[in-house]
């Protein structure tokens, strides 16, 4: 059973910071293009940030503009996204996303507020 679960969201303040996780199961992970994707209220789920298999590719969104930062460790089948100077604007929900072979997978995602 393939199980990606999200952690690390929460609330903090304009320019604050956060990371989070995601740990997965019951993928060959070290195969697996793995990405951020989030939501905000109202709006389409949108890229974020993605890492190939092996790390060596990396891509973010203009709107990160090098305030994250995302990273895996394939030994412990995790991916990982430092968010630093976050704002209003970056407050959604975080989904984790796993690539390989033509199969997608989605967590459930993990808040992540930024407000006074």
């Known amino acids: 059973q393939v199980q990606l679960v999200e952690s690390g969201g929460g609330l903090v303040q304009p320019g604050g910071s956060l990371r989070l996780s995601c740990a997965t199961s019951?993928?060959?992970?070290?195969?697996?293009?793995m990405g951020w994707y989030r939501q905000a209220p109202g709006k389409q789920r949108e890229l974020v940030a993605t890492?190939?298999?092996?790390?060596?590719?990396?891509t973010y969104a203009g709107f990160v503009k090098g305030r994250f930062t995302i990273s895996r460790a394939n030994t412990k089948n995790t991916m990982y996204m430092q968010m630093n100077s976050l704002k209003p604007e970056d407050t959604a929900v975080y989904y984790c996303?796993?690539?390989?072979?033509?199969?997608?997978?989605w967590g459930k995602g993990t808040l992540v507020t930024v407000s006074l």
């Open positions: 996303n796993a690539f390989r072979d033509g199969e997608t997978y």
């Open positions: 019951g993928i060959i992970f070290s195969e697996s293009r």
């Open positions: 890492i190939s298999s092996g790390g060596g590719t990396i």
